[in-house]
Nanobody, 120 residues
């Protein structure tokens, strides 16, 4: 089993940047897909943000973040990053890191979440 753990959330002004990190507190990300989801205070569901396949580095993004967010991985550190630029107030949410089998679109292992607040 793998257990992801997020870090890097915080308060940032609109237009600013923030980088989230996801590393396994147990296990390794190799052979998995690692994704970021977010849940707003008003939302009932967690919305997909971005994902990366650990084996080949293929990336996927929600339309709402394309061109602003970048997901990447560091093999040596066994860590996935979400670089968030040009942040908007509507990006305010609890951001979760999730891990699942590549190609299934199902994520079985979830972190506790890290809060991102975009406000002036």
């Amino acid at each position: 089993q793998v257990q992801p753990a997020e870090s890097g959330g915080g308060l940032v002004q609109p237009g600013g940047s923030l980088r989230l990190s996801c590393a396994p507190s147990r296990g390794t990300f190799s052979r998995y897909a690692v994704a970021w989801f977010r849940q707003t205070p008003q939302g009932e569901e967690r919305d997909f943000v971005a994902a990366i396949n650990w084996n080949d580095g293929d990336t996927y993004y929600a339309d709402s973040v394309k061109g602003r967010f970048t997901i990447s991985r560091d093999n040596a550190k066994n860590t996935v990053y979400l670089q968030m630029n040009s942040l908007k107030p509507e990006d305010t949410a609890l951001y979760y890191c999730a891990v699942g089998e590549i190609g299934t679109l199902e994520y079985d292992y979830w972190g506790q979440g890290t809060q991102v607040i975009v406000s002036s």
